[in-house]
């Protein structure tokens, strides 16, 4: 190769090392400062992914091109019969394993930022998954939204959380197992009768955020949906007070 | 040339005269009769699956409601995923031990063919009930998911029939493992020939060592559950309806105990297949044998470690344990490629069609190994778990890995099995339909996947950027059908116009390329002095030092 050629290659390889990155690879960034947690992880595994994936297609690809039999090969032509290598082995066995451990590494502080449960959050909501709705109740006020009983043309219930704020949710079941999914946040918890499961959602940007169950739950599971609208706290606050409270007092 | 031969000791059994026809097959002993029994039955399921599959993609092609209730769509996937899994991938891996295991070890058959007819009437008995569970149970068929997770799969949930049945038809299937697992090993252990060490063991064999002993260990907690769960459905047990103190927790794990190793009982034959084609069509011997027993056995020891990253979501398990041992069992696996990379390298590669095979499931697999790597932590399962990011996962590794595997194996031993070639030209044909449908068919999906589109919905909202992938997603099921098709006139038109295959039309390795093909009853009339791992391959150039 020539040295401009090698140039051309290199900055077209740093350009797309740089994209690379930047890229979303197709996933949402996240609304949330989890989902933004998960995503930088998700970028991360992803990029790892594509370098990993590259070198070995290239060196498949160089293989089958480069050592494929000739016409002018004999029929019965061998290659060369080596039958190992063990310091070659040895690097390909370890080099995988330092991958993993480094990805394990960030895999693992991520999770804790994502898990990590705030001392004092400015909302708690209980989430109640019904075969096949939601019941939302927020702490304090009681407020409760449920969703009509569901089927094709249906739409779930919406609910507002306030920007900026950390939403406590404690989330269960009243039946078979669901799952709470909000592909905008990146984040999805099952929703498992005779358990509580809590986690927290610090929504970042104001926009409207589709919830789903992602656990197969019978009959009209693809209809189990929900809406989020993440607006100003001040706005919030009116919309909590405005809403009728049906459950019992929550703390 | 070497001439020494040695007698195969049951060559001096008395020998039944050959029968032929249907009741001789029905009836057969033979571990290749029973082989090719579960090979074509093993394959009737995977057109069953592959049906249900694209009565699937109708219904998802476009947003709405068009072709199958809700409870029948809930019905098909279910199915669909049981039929490939338990009765498909799983008995077609079985169905090519049996025949080719007592081949490259230099035995008669099976150490126990009486158990082996029973485990392969113990599957066809098991296969016939999932199917029934189907559709023709009073109540509701199976619509509880191939996982049955509770409680939506107890008796209050699922009332009918059709989910006892499915129970009951999954633990024959179960037992019919467990027994094929005992024989498989009893045969390697007990029966190999002169010569044949374990550490000149054909990969094959190896790889079907161990996917014996994990059948083993995961099969057994798994069948308990079931059986529990059936005393929850029809006895007023509560072992995992919370309503009684139960917990489907439980539940989860012990399914998960079997449902983890499970993928690598159904990778590890494929892995054996391609490992002994890539060589031959390479003209090289394995690069790093030694090394790649080694990754195999981290693989079945390791994937018993693995199974609750399918619960990263639950909240209940210790995810950064699960999320190590995962990421750890990726390093075996690409030991492996590194194996096969090593094993091309400075050969003269012949692209014939089950080397193409081979090639294709390592350009799939390998996506989902990278996959299986992004999805081993947690934080990103919160986002795909359960979508069709990890639809599009596991089906790269099963159908991608696995099916391509299982083409591979049957244009590399069809010849062997029935004496004729299928065709070269509608192989590469097959080849290209099934590449280009399946990537058509599951790319879209991790696509979807990510911008939030859950599995096992009947139905999506339009304007979510779901209706083009999905569009495309069905496209390339058409395609796959097409060429599942094209394979099925292949077989048909090997049939009707046989091209004679010769012994060894490829040049092979191990020792049943070293018979006539098909074998003869007791498969061998004598063998030839096993010196390494390539018999077959010594005998024809004794100018190479093994």
Not at chain 1, 191 to 220: K, Y
Not at chain 2, 118 to 128: E, M
Not at chain 2, 284 to 305: N, R, W
Request: net charge neutral.
């Amino acid at each position: 190769m020539s040295r401009r050629g090698g140039r051309i290659l290199g900055a077209g390889a740093l350009g797309l090392a740089t994209s690379a990155c930047s890229s979303s690879f197709g996933m949402p960034r996240g609304g949330s400062e989890q989902g933004q947690e998960i995503f930088r992880l998700w970028q991360i595994f992803t990029f790892a992914g594509i370098a990993v994936a590259a070198i070995v297609y290239g060196l498949i690809g160089w293989s089958l091109i480069r050592y494929r039999r000739r016409k002018t090969d004999a029929p019965d032509a061998l290659g060369r019969q080596f039958h190992a290598n063990v310091p070659l082995e040895v690097v390909y066995t370890a080099i995988p394993v330092v991958i993993v451990v480094a990805l394990f590494a960030v895999s693992f502080r991520g999770e804790e930022r994502v898990g990590d449960l705030a001392a004092d959050p400015a909302v708690t909501l209980h989430a109640e998954a019904f075969a096949w709705g939601w019941r939302f109740t927020y702490g304090g006020s009681g407020a409760t939204v449920v969703s009509d009983p569901s089927g094709e043309d249906v739409d779930g219930p919406t609910i507002e959380l306030p920007r900026g704020g950390t939403t406590r949710v404690i989330l269960t079941s009243n039946d078979v197992i669901h799952a709470f999914w909000v592909p905008g946040f990146l984040f999805k918890r099952d929703a498992i009768p005779g358990r509580t499961t809590s986690f927290d959602i610090t929504p970042t940007d104001t926009a409207s955020f589709r919830g789903v169950c992602a656990e197969f739950c019978g009959l009209n599971h693809a209809y189990m949906t929900f809406t989020i609208n993440v607006v100003e706290p001040d706005v919030f606050d009116a919309w909590v007070a405005s809403q009728p409270s049906l459950g019992p007092e929550a703390p | 040339m070497s001439t020494t031969v040695e007698q195969p000791p049951a060559a001096e059994a008395p020998m039944e005269p050959e029968r032929h026809g249907p009741v001789a097959w029905l009836t057969t002993t033979d571990h290749k009769k029973i082989g090719i029994m579960y090979c074509v039955t093993a394959f009737a399921f995977f057109l069953v699956g592959g049906a249900l599959a694209d009565m699937i993609r109708t219904e998802l092609a476009e947003p709405g409601r068009q072709v199958v209730s809700t409870q029948t769509y809930n019905t098909l996937f279910t199915i669909h995923g049981t039929v490939m899994i338990f009765l498909f991938v799983a008995p077609f891996g079985a169905g090519l031990a049996n025949y080719l295991i007592p081949l490259q070890i230099g035995a008669p058959d099976m150490a126990f063919p009486r158990l082996n007819a029973l485990s392969y009437w113990f599957f066809v008995g098991g296969g016939a009930l999932v199917l029934l569970s189907s559709f023709a149970s009073a109540g509701g068929g199976a619509a509880m998911g191939w996982t049955a997770y509770t409680p939506l799969s107890e008796a209050r949930m699922s009332p009918g029939v059709g989910p006892d049945l499915w129970i009951l038809g999954i633990a024959l299937v179960a037992i019919a493992t467990l027994l094929t697992g005992v024989n498989i090993l009893t045969t390697v252990f007990l029966l190999r020939a002169p010569g044949m060490t374990m550490w000149r063991l054909p990969i094959f064999t190896w790889n079907m060592v161990v996917t014996a002993l994990l059948g083993l260990v995961a099969f057994p907690p798994a069948v308990a559950a079931f059986a529990l769960l059936l005393v929850d459905r029809r006895l007023g047990g509560h072992a995992f309806d919370p309503l009684g103190g139960g917990d489907p927790v439980i539940y989860q794990h012990l399914f998960w105990f079997l449902g983890h190793p499970e993928v690598y009982i159904l990778i590890l034959p494929v892995f054996g297949v391609v490992t002994e084609i890539i060589p031959v069509f390479s003209r090289k011997p394995l690069f790093g044998y030694a090394g790649f027993v080694l990754a195999t056995l981290a693989i079945g020891a390791l994937s018993t470690g693995v199974w609750a990253h399918h619960m990263f979501t639950t909240g209940a398990v210790d995810n950064p344990f699960f999320s190590a041992m995962t990421l750890l069992i990726a390093v075996p696996t690409g030991v492996k490629f590194f194996n096969w990379i090593g094993s091309m390298w400075q050969g003269k590669i012949r692209m014939a069609v089950p080397m193409l095979f081979a090639v294709g499931f390592m350009a799939n697999f390998l996506i989902g190994g990278v996959t299986g790597v992004m999805l081993a932590s947690p934080p990103i399962d919160f986002q795909v778990a359960d979508s069709y990011f990890l639809v599009a996962h596991f089906h790269y590794t099963m159908m991608g890995g696995a099916v391509f595997g299982i083409f591979a194996a049957i244009y590399f031993w069809h010849p062997k099995m029935t004496g004729r070639m299928l065709s070269e030209r509608l192989g590469r044909l097959v080849f290209a339909l099934l590449f280009v449908g399946f990537n058509l068919t599951f790319w879209p999906q991790f696509v979807v996947g990510m911008r939030g589109m859950p599995r096992r919905i009947v139905d999506y909202a339009t304007g979510l950027g779901f209706d083009t992938p999905n569009l495309v997603s069905t496209i390339g099921a058409g395609v796959l059908t097409l060429g599942v098709l094209v394979f099925l006139f292949d077989v048909w038109h090997a049939r009707r116009h046989p091209v004679l295959a010769g012994d060894d039309p490829w040049g092979g390795y191990s020792l049943e390329w070293a018979t006539t093909s098909p074998p003869p009853e007791r498969n061998f009339a004598a063998l030839p002095k096993i010196r390494s791992e390539r018999p077959a391959f010594d005998l024809h150039h004794p100018d190479v030092k093994p």
